[in-house]
C-alpha cells in the first residue's frame, strides 16, 4: 500500500473510532453535558486532561522549538507541567467540592457579584478563542501535509468530526473521544522517539538515550558531541543559557501560572467524582503529559543533530566536507516541495552549506572556506517531528501514524475549549444572568446551539484567521495568569477577600496585562501601530510580553488585597462557603 | 477538640503541606532549572549536564512525585481530622 493510501486508512479508522465514541456516550442532562455527570475514573481523567491539555503546538512545533532553542527551551518544559503542580495543590479539589459547572460559575458565587462573573466569562472566551484558532489551524495544516487536501477541507472535517461528538455528546463525549486521541498521539509521538533513540544511541528509552553515549564507538555524551557540532559552525551552544535569566524566570511562571488558570483545564476536575479524586487525578494527568513531554527534549535534540550531520557531513571548512545538494537524501525533497525546508546556493559551489551567519567572528573563517551565507535559509521547526520518522529510516505506517497523533492533538484540544466557551455562553450568560429560570430541557437544547455555534466560529477563524492570531497565544496564557488563576486561589485561601476587592484585582492584573503586550505587538495588534519596537532593549527590565502574566498576577494579588482591606468584608453565608469549600465532607455526610 | 477547632487544624496542616510542597517545586525548577543552572552544569548525570537536566527533565518528574506524594498525604490527613468523603 502506498503511504497516501495507508495515511487516509489510519486517519480515516482514528475518526471512526472518535464518532463511534460519540454514538455510545450520547448527554442527556446538563450535569452530563457540562461535567460528564462526575462519573469520570481519576486515571481516565487525566488521560482526558493529558489530550485537553497538550495541542497541535505540543504535538508538532515543541520539539522542533528545542532543537533550535536548546536550554533556553525548558522554558515550555518547566512552564506547562508546574502549573499542574499549582493546579493540584491551590485549586482542584476546592473547585471540584464546590461542585458547580463552571469557572465564572464558582467567580461569580465566592465574589457574590455578577461583575466578577462577567470579567471571568470574559477572560475564558477570549483566552478560549485565541487558543482554538491555532487548534484548528493545526488540523488543516496536518490534513494539508500528510493527505494533500486543501487546507480549508481540513478544517472542515475536522469541524464536521468535533461536531459528531461535542455536540451531542458535550463533555461526556469529549472525554471519552479525548482518551482515545490520547492514546493515538502518545503512541505516534513515541515510536518514532525510540527508533532515533536506538539508532543515535543505542538506548531504546529517548530520555536515557539523550543522557547516553553516542553509539558509534566514539564513546563521547551524545548533549556534548551536539554542543560540539552546533558550536563548529557559529551555532549557541546547545546545552547553554542565552536568554536574560529575569526574562526566563518570569516566563517559566507566567506559563506555570497560566497552565493552572485555563478554564478548559480546570473543568476537567470537576468531572470526577469525589475531592480526593480531583487531587489524584492532577497527578494522572501530569504522568500522561511528562511522557510526551520529557520524550519532546530527546526528539528535539537528536532531531537537530541528524539534521546538522546530514548536512555537514565531513570537517568544516573541507571541501568535500559540505553535502552536494544533488545528493540529498529523499525525505529533503519530499519538505523542500511542502516549502518548510529551503535551500539557496549563495556561492555556486552545489554544496549545502548550513551555518550562523550573523555570527561576526565565525562567519569571518566561513569567507575564509569559500561560504557566502548560510544556505538553509528555512528550516521550519515543524520539521523535527514532521520529517522524523523519513529521517530515521521508519516504515510507513509510522508515518501515517504521526499524522492521526497530530490530528487527534488538535481536535481533542479544540473540544476541551469549545466546551468551556459553550458552557460559559449557555449556562454564565444565558442561565446565570439573562433567564434565570430556563428548564434544564431548554439549557441543555442551548448548550448544544452553542456549541454548534462556537464550531462555526472557531472553523470560520482558522480558515481565516486575523494577522495577529500567531501573537496572540501569549494573550490566552496572560489573561489566565494575571487574572483567573489569582482570583480563583484568593477566592479559596483569602476568607476576607471581597467583592470590590477580587474585581478590581482581576480589571487590574488585565488592563496590565493587556497594556503591556499592546504596547509592543501593536493596538489590536495591527502592525505598526505599537508604541515601541517589540525588542529586549524595549523591554521594561528586560520582560518579554509573553512574560508578563506573572507580573500581572502579581499585580492582582496586590491591587485585591489592599481594595478588600478598605471595603466592606465578605457576608457571613460567604464565608461559610469558604468553609465548607476547603472541606473534602460535604456538609450533609457530617 | 470541637468541630470548629478540628476544622481550623486541618486547614492548617493543610497550608503547611503545601507550602513545603510548593517549596519543593520551586527549588527544583526555578532555583536548579534556571538561577543555578550554571552552577549545576558543573557535575553531571550521566551524559547530562546537571542543571541541564533538572531544566529539561528532573524538574517534571519532581513535580510528578509531588502530586501524587500530596494527595497521600492529604488522604491521610483528611481521615486523621475526620473530614473525609467516605
Same mark, same amino acid.
Given at each position: 500500500m502506498d503511504l497516501q493510501t495507508l495515511t487516509y486508512v489510519v486517519v480515516g479508522a482514528s475518526f471512526a473510532l472518535y464518532i463511534g465514541i460519540a454514538i455510545w456516550t450520547k448527554a442527556s442532562t446538563t450535569r452530563e453535558f457540562y461535567v460528564a455527570g462526575t462519573h469520570v475514573h481519576p486515571i481516565a481523567n487525566g488521560m482526558a486532561t493529558a489530550a485537553d491539555w497538550m495541542s497541535a503546538a505540543s504535538f508538532i512545533s515543541m520539539a522542533g522549538l528545542i532543537a533550535f532553542l536548546g536550554y533556553d527551551a525548558s522554558v515550555y518544559l518547566m512552564g506547562w507541567t508546574g502549573g499542574y503542580v499549582l493546579l493540584a495543590l491551590?485549586?482542584? *479539589?476546592?473547585?471540584?467540592?464546590?461542585?458547580?459547572?463552571?469557572?465564572?460559575?464558582?467567580?461569580?458565587?465566592?465574589?457574590?457579584?455578577?461583575?466578577?462573573?462577567?470579567?471571568?466569562?470574559?477572560? !475564558?472566551?477570549?483566552?478560549?478563542?485565541?487558543?482554538?484558532?491555532?487548534?484548528?489551524?493545526?488540523?488543516?495544516?496536518?490534513?494539508?501535509?500528510? !493527505?494533500?487536501?486543501?487546507?480549508?477541507?481540513?478544517?472542515?472535517?475536522?469541524?464536521?468530526?468535533?461536531?459528531?461528538?461535542?455536540?451531542? /455528546? $458535550?463533555?461526556?463525549?469529549?472525554?471519552?473521544?479525548?482518551?482515545?486521541?490520547?492514546?493515538?498521539?502518545?503512541?505516534?509521538? %513515541?515510536?518514532?522517539?525510540?527508533?532515533?533513540?536506538?539508532?543515535?544511541?543505542g538506548h531504546a528509552i529517548p530520555q536515557i538515550g539523550l543522557g547516553g553515549n553516542m553509539s558509534d564507538g566514539?564513546?563521547?555524551?551524545?548533549?556534548?558531541? @551536539?554542543?560540539?557540532?552546533? %558550536?563548529? !559552525?557559529?551555532?549557541?551552544?546547545?546545552?547553554?543559557?542565552? #536568554?536574560?535569566? &529575569?526574562?526566563?524566570?518570569? &516566563?517559566?511562571?507566567?506559563?506555570?501560572?497560566?497552565?493552572? /488558570?485555563?478554564?478548559?483545564?480546570?473543568?476537567?476536575?470537576?468531572?470526577?467524582?469525589?475531592?480526593?479524586?480531583?487531587?489524584?487525578?492532577?497527578?494522572?494527568?501530569?504522568?500522561?503529559?511528562?511522557?510526551?513531554?520529557? %520524550?519532546?527534549?530527546?526528539? #528535539?535534540?537528536?532531531?537537530?543533530?541528524?539534521?546538522?550531520?546530514?548536512?555537514?557531513?565531513?570537517?568544516?571548512?573541507?571541501?568535500?566536507?559540505?553535502?552536494?545538494?544533488?545528493?540529498?537524501?529523499?525525505?529533503?525533497?519530499?519538505?523542500?516541495?511542502?516549502?518548510?525546508?529551503?535551500?539557496?546556493?549563495?556561492?555556486?559551489?552545489?554544496?549545502?552549506?548550513?551555518?550562523?551567519?550573523?555570527?561576526?567572528?565565525?562567519?569571518?573563517?566561513?569567507?575564509?572556506? $569559500?561560504?557566502?551565507?548560510?544556505e538553509m535559509v528555512k528550516v521550519d521547526r515543524d520539521i523535527m517531528v514532521l520529517a522524523n520518522p523519513e529521517i530515521a529510516n521508519l516504515p510507513n505506517w509510522v508515518i501515517a501514524l504521526v499524522a492521526a497523533g497530530g490530528l487527534a492533538a488538535a481536535l481533542s484540544t479544540a473540544a476541551g475549549l469549545l466546551l468551556a466557551i459553550s458552557s460559559a455562553i449557555s449556562h454564565d450568560l444565558l442561565k446565570g444572568m439573562i433567564t434565570p429560570n430556563i428548564s434544564e430541557k431548554k439549557e441543555l437544547l442551548?448548550?448544544?446551539?452553542?456549541?454548534?455555534?462556537?464550531?462555526?466560529?472557531?472553523?470560520? @477563524? $482558522?480558515?481565516?484567521? *486575523? #494577522?495577529?492570531?500567531?501573537?496572540?497565544?501569549?494573550?490566552?496564557?496572560?489573561?489566565?495568569?494575571?487574572?483567573?488563576?489569582?482570583?480563583?486561589?484568593?477566592?479559596?485561601?483569602?476568607?476576607?477577600?471581597?467583592?470590590?476587592?477580587?474585581?478590581?484585582?482581576?480589571? %487590574?492584573?488585565?488592563?496590565?496585562?493587556?497594556?503591556?503586550?499592546?504596547?509592543?505587538?501593536?493596538?489590536?495588534?495591527?502592525? #505598526?501601530?505599537?508604541?515601541?519596537?517589540?525588542?529586549?532593549?524595549?523591554?521594561?527590565?528586560?520582560?518579554?510580553?509573553?512574560?508578563f502574566g506573572a507580573v500581572g498576577a502579581l499585580l492582582n494579588f496586590v491591587v485585591a488585597t489592599v481594595v478588600a482591606r478598605f471595603t466592606a468584608a465578605p457576608p457571613e453565608h460567604i464565608r461559610r462557603l469558604v468553609d465548607d469549600i476547603r472541606i473534602p465532607r460535604s456538609a450533609s455526610a457530617s | 477538640m470541637n468541630e470548629q477547632q478540628r476544622r481550623s487544624a486541618y486547614w492548617k496542616a493543610n497550608l503547611r503541606l503545601v507550602a513545603w510542597c510548593l517549596g519543593i517545586w520551586f527549588v527544583v525548577s526555578y532555583l536548579f532549572g534556571i538561577i543555578l543552572v550554571e552552577q549545576l552544569n558543573v557535575f553531571s548525570l550521566g551524559g547530562y549536564k546537571l542543571g541541564f537536566w533538572f531544566a529539561q527533565q528532573g524538574s517534571i518528574f519532581v513535580f510528578v512525585v509531588l502530586i501524587f506524594f500530596y494527595a497521600y498525604r492529604m488522604n491521610k490527613l483528611d481521615r486523621q481530622f475526620e473530614v473525609n468523603e467516605d
Open positions: 491551590l485549586l482542584a *479539589p476546592y473547585l471540584r467540592k464546590f461542585g458547580k459547572f463552571t469557572v465564572p460559575e464558582f467567580i461569580g458565587e465566592r465574589f457574590y457579584s455578577r461583575t466578577a462573573r462577567l470579567v471571568a466569562v470574559f477572560c !475564558l472566551i477570549v483566552a478560549s478563542i485565541t487558543y482554538v484558532i491555532g487548534q484548528m489551524k493545526g488540523v488543516g495544516v496536518a490534513f494539508g501535509r500528510f !493527505l494533500e487536501v486543501d487546507f480549508e477541507v481540513g478544517v472542515a472535517v475536522g469541524m464536521a468530526v468535533v461536531f459528531i461528538y461535542a455536540v451531542f /455528546g $458535550g463533555m461526556k463525549g469529549i472525554t471519552y473521544t479525548q482518551i482515545a486521541q490520547y492514546c493515538v498521539l502518545i503512541f505516534a509521538y %513515541t515510536v518514532p522517539a525510540i527508533f532515533i533513540a536506538l539508532n543515535l544511541t566514539s564513546g563521547v555524551a551524545l548533549l556534548d558531541k @551536539l554542543d560540539e557540532v552546533v %558550536t563548529g !559552525l557559529g551555532f549557541a551552544a546547545y546545552t547553554e543559557q542565552k #536568554g536574560s535569566s &529575569l526574562n526566563i524566570f518570569l &516566563l517559566t511562571a507566567s506559563l506555570m501560572i497560566g497552565t493552572a /488558570g485555563l478554564p478548559h483545564v480546570i473543568v476537567r476536575f470537576f468531572t470526577v467524582p469525589k475531592v480526593s479524586d480531583a487531587r489524584i487525578s492532577a497527578g494522572w494527568a501530569l504522568v500522561f503529559i511528562a511522557i510526551l513531554y520529557t %520524550t519532546a527534549p530527546a526528539v #528535539g535534540a537528536m532531531a537537530r543533530l541528524n539534521l546538522m550531520n546530514t548536512i555537514q557531513t565531513g570537517e568544516v571548512g573541507a571541501e568535500d566536507g559540505n553535502l552536494a545538494y544533488a545528493q540529498r537524501p529523499e525525505w529533503f525533497k519530499n519538505w523542500e516541495a511542502t516549502g518548510l525546508l529551503k535551500f539557496e546556493d549563495k556561492n555556486d559551489d552545489g554544496r549545502i552549506q548550513y551555518y550562523d551567519d550573523t555570527n561576526a567572528e565565525f562567519s569571518a573563517s566561513a569567507k575564509a572556506y $569559500g561560504w557566502n551565507g548560510n442551548a448548550s448544544r446551539i452553542a456549541m454548534a455555534g462556537s464550531i462555526l466560529v472557531a472553523g470560520y @477563524l $482558522g480558515m481565516n484567521p *486575523p #494577522g495577529f492570531a500567531a501573537q496572540v497565544v501569549a494573550l490566552a496564557f496572560g489573561f489566565a495568569a494575571s487574572s483567573l488563576f489569582p482570583a480563583l486561589m484568593m477566592g479559596i485561601f483569602n476568607k476576607n477577600m471581597n467583592r470590590t476587592g477580587a474585581v478590581a484585582g482581576m480589571l %487590574t492584573g488585565l488592563t496590565s496585562t493587556i497594556m503591556y503586550i499592546v504596547w509592543f505587538k501593536g493596538w489590536f495588534f495591527i502592525p #505598526g501601530t505599537a508604541m515601541a519596537a517589540n525588542t529586549p532593549e524595549n523591554w521594561f527590565m528586560g520582560i518579554s510580553p509573553e512574560s | -
